[in-house]
Nanobody, 123 residues
Framework: QVQLVESGGGLVQAGGSLRLSCAAS????????MGWFRQAPGKEREFVAA????????YYADSVKGRFTISRDNAKNTVYLQMNSLKPEDTAVYYC????????????????WGQGTQVTVSS
């Protein structure tokens, strides 16, 4: 059974940093795209970042470009999201996602979702 387990969320002041991790189990995803989405209260789930199978290509939403960095460790079947210069508008539940490609992830065509981790940024 495939499981994606996120960790690293929490409460941080504006300008601070957090690092999210998502560990996959049940199968290996070294040939898949992996990514992060977020959903704020009352809003739709939105794409945040994606990384291709090798880690050689990354994609970001305009709202996080230059502040967030996605990376992956295929040996650990884990994807990370380093979030710097956090803003109150980054407050949301962050979800890990796996898809056949980064293109499909950006189209929200997700094969597997994590359960989510809360990130709260105070002003």
């Amino acid at each position: 059974q495939v499981q994606l387990v996120e960790s690293g969320g929490g409460l941080v002041q504006a300008g601070g940093s957090l690092r999210l991790s998502c560990a996959a189990s049940g199968r290996t995803f070294c040939s898949y795209g992996m990514g992060w989405f977020r959903q704020a209260p009352g809003k739709e789930r939105e794409f945040v970042a994606a990384i291709n199978w090798s880690g050689g290509s990354t994609y970001y939403a305009d709202s996080v470009k230059g502040r967030f960095t996605i990376s992956r460790d295929n040996a650990k079947n884990t994807v990370y999201l380093q979030m710097n210069s956090l803003k109150p508008e980054d407050t949301a539940v962050y979800y890990c996602a796996v898809g056949l490609s980064t293109t499909r992830l950006r189209d929200k065509r997700v094969n597997y979702w994590g359960q989510g981790t809360q990130v709260t940024v105070s002003s």
